[in-house]
């Protein structure tokens, strides 16, 4: 624990910091806490002792800090509300556009390795035909933006800058392969063609792409993307909710790797179970 001396040089050092980050002098500032520039000048002088908490909050307040950073109680210099909305976002989510934003998000992550759990199959990885059926209701005629949007971010994936690993509940594609549920209505040849899409995908990214499929009796996941240590994605449908609290990011990216350590089917056997599928079709 740090003793006063120690805490009360931090304070100094820190207050003024923040104040010749905002360009505040000692006159403005202590005319803003109502205070002598006297008291000021003696709060930043060496061997100053610590104020009581009520001038410290006032700084705090007047210097857009928090008074734990002043303090050296904490690391983050911005106020709690700010901090919070600077580490928690709501962004809007297209129906199927990979729009600018999460381009953006996976332009950041480059290098990084990407987590992801798709609302469905992974967009990047549908065939032309898989787009057109699932999105023509909401997209119309901008289904080809759709698709084209799709395609650069596989060949951002192609281009080995970020390692995909993505986990997908076992029911999702046996429901697939089925024609069942959510993918009712989906022609045979539609399903047999993503249905190769994916094996040939699988087989010819590997490493670079891993595909993981997991029990959902035994483990559950909302639709989410991990972008590196930085940034977690959870998609609500009409919005995503961000996340760069670092805490959070690995709290999220904790829960992927336990739907991989739980999935049945690694992604060594992927491409197998794939097959099997496929062949199930006949």
Same mark, same amino acid.
């Given at each position: 624990?740090?003793d006063k001396?120690?805490?009360?040089?931090?304070?100094?050092?820190?207050?003024?910091?923040?104040?010749?980050?905002?360009?505040?002098?000692?006159?403005?500032?202590?005319?803003?806490?109502?205070?002598?520039?006297?008291?000021?000048?003696?709060?930043?002088?060496?061997?100053?002792?610590?104020?009581?908490?009520?001038?410290? #909050?006032?700084?705090?307040?007047?210097?857009?800090?928090?008074?734990?950073?002043?303090?050296?109680?904490?690391?983050?210099?911005?106020?709690?509300s700010t901090?919070l909305a600077?580490?928690?976002?709501?962004?809007?989510?297209?129906?199927?556009?990979?729009?600018?934003? @999460?381009?953006?998000?996976?332009?950041?992550?480059?290098?990084?390795?990407?987590?992801?759990?798709?609302?469905?199959?992974?967009?990047?990885?549908?065939?032309?035909?898989?787009?057109?059926?699932?999105?023509?209701?909401?997209?119309?005629?901008?289904?080809? #933006?759709?698709?084209?949007?799709?395609?650069?971010?596989?060949?951002?994936? %192609?281009?080995? %800058?970020?390692?995909?690993? @993505?986990?997908?509940?076992?029911?999702?594609?046996?429901?697939?392969?089925?024609?069942?549920?959510?993918?009712?209505?989906?022609?045979?040849?539609?399903?047999?063609?993503?249905?190769?899409?994916?094996?040939?995908?699988?087989?010819?990214?590997?490493?670079?792409?891993?595909?993981?499929?997991?029990? #959902?009796?035994?483990?559950?996941?909302?639709?989410?993307?991990?972008?590196?240590?930085?940034?977690?994605? @959870?998609?609500?449908?009409?919005?995503?909710?961000?996340? %760069?609290?670092?805490?959070?990011?690995?709290?999220?990216?904790?829960?992927?790797?336990?739907?991989?350590?739980?999935?049945?089917?690694?992604?060594?056997?992927?491409?197998?179970?794939?097959?099997?599928? %496929?062949?199930?079709?006949?």
């Open positions: 624990m740090m001396r120690k805490r009360a040089v931090l304070f100094r050092d820190r207050l003024a910091q923040a104040m010749a980050k905002t360009g505040q002098s000692q006159s403005a500032l202590a005319r803003r806490l109502g205070v002598d520039r006297s008291t000021l000048s003696a709060l930043l002088a060496p061997g100053t002792r610590l104020p009581n908490a009520q001038l410290v #909050a006032e700084a705090a307040g007047a210097l857009g800090v928090s008074s734990d950073w002043l303090l050296g109680l904490g690391d983050i210099e911005a106020p709690a901090a600077q580490a928690v976002s709501m962004t809007d989510a297209p129906r199927a556009l990979f729009d600018e934003v @999460i381009f953006g998000w996976h332009s950041e992550a480059a290098g990084y390795k990407i987590r992801h759990v798709p609302a469905t199959l992974p967009d990047m990885l549908k065939t032309r035909a898989v787009v057109e059926w699932e999105y023509r209701d909401a997209l119309g005629g901008a289904a080809e #933006a759709a698709i084209a949007a799709f395609e650069a971010q596989l060949l951002h994936l %192609r281009g080995a %800058r970020s390692d995909y690993e @993505i986990a997908l509940p076992l029911h999702e594609l046996a429901s697939f392969a089925a024609g069942t549920g959510y993918w009712q209505g989906l022609d045979l040849a539609a399903r047999e063609g993503q249905l190769a899409r994916l094996i040939a995908l699988s087989d010819e990214l590997y490493p670079g792409l891993r595909l993981y499929f997991y029990d #959902a009796h035994k483990v559950f996941s909302a639709p989410i993307t991990v972008f590196g240590p930085h940034l977690a994605v @959870i998609y609500l449908g009409r919005s995503y909710v961000s996340f %760069r609290d670092p805490v959070r990011v690995a709290a999220l990216s904790a829960h992927f790797d336990w739907l991989v350590r739980e999935a049945p089917c690694g992604a060594r056997d992927a491409g197998a179970h794939l097959r099997a599928l %496929r062949a199930g079709l006949a």
